[in-house]
């Protein structure tokens, strides 16, 4: 299993304050990767990296943005927090399955974010 | 985008039941894997099984990807099996998941 950190696990914070939630894996992975998980529903990808310098929007619209200066810390950031917001966000982070063009992904513990 | 449908949605089973969770696909996948996702929201990765089966105690796997689903076997049920059970497949690096099988084991 790889090791992914997230941190704040809960963060309640108020209306149009700026937040970034941290995610950082020390297994040098390239690849890493953003849900938004509402309760009881599905995961959707919200964006994702290749590598360094690497960063792209994912199937899901997001007011979130990312950034990837390096390798170990994939940070997401809203500057404008709202309660549309509030939601359970996941990193992961993936390692080559061994066959062609596979991968296998492992996840963070989650940040829980409610915004009042 | 590719579609991702489990079956059932929902899933209430007695302490030592058996059961079957099914995920079914809708095209050609790179990789697929089964995640349990705990009462506190950690998601964790069971199987990675692109075909074939697999064992892992009491839960296996079984991908017939030709056919395009998977089934999560789920043996002896405890209550620390209790959470939801997600399918998850790689197509062109993307993880598309499922809405999820909620299961409840009770004592």
């Known amino acids: 299993e790889a090791d992914i950190y997230q941190t704040p696990r809960y963060l309640v914070i108020g209306t149009g304050k700026k937040i970034t939630l941290e995610c950082s894996q020390t297994?040098?992975?390239?690849?890493m990767y953003w849900y938004q998980q509402d309760p009881g529903m599905e995961l959707h990808l919200i964006h994702y990296?290749?590598?360094?310098?690497?960063?792209e929007k994912g199937d899901l619209s997001s007011e979130s943005t990312v950034s990837r200066i390096r390798t170990e810390h994939f940070p997401l950031t809203l500057e404008s927090a709202r309660p549309s917001h509030t939601s359970q966000y996941l990193c992961?982070?993936?390692?080559?399955?061994?066959?062609?063009?596979?991968?296998?992904?492992?996840f963070g513990p989650g940040t829980r974010l409610l915004v009042l | 985008g590719i579609q991702v449908e489990q079956s059932p949605p929902d899933l209430i089973l007695q302490e030592g039941a058996n059961s079957t969770l099914r995920c079914n696909f809708s095209?050609?996948?790179?990789?697929l894997q089964w995640f349990h996702q705990n009462p506190w929201g950690q998601l964790i990765n069971l199987f990675y099984?692109?075909?074939g089966t697999k064992q892992n105690g009491r839960l296996s796997a079984t991908t017939v990807a030709t056919e395009r689903y998977s089934l999560l076997y789920i043996s002896s049920s405890q209550t620390t099996d209790s959470g939801v059970y997600f399918c998850?497949?790689?197509?062109?690096?993307?993880?598309?998941f499922g809405a999820g099988t909620t299961v409840t084991v009770r004592a």
């Open positions: 990296s290749y590598g360094v310098n690497s960063t």
């Open positions: 099984i692109p075909s």
């Open positions: 297994m040098g992975h390239d690849k």
């Open positions: 998850a497949v790689l197509r062109d690096y993307k993880l598309s």
């Open positions: 992961a982070s993936s390692v080559p399955s061994g066959g062609y063009m596979t991968e296998t992904q492992y």
């Open positions: 095209d050609s996948v790179n990789n």
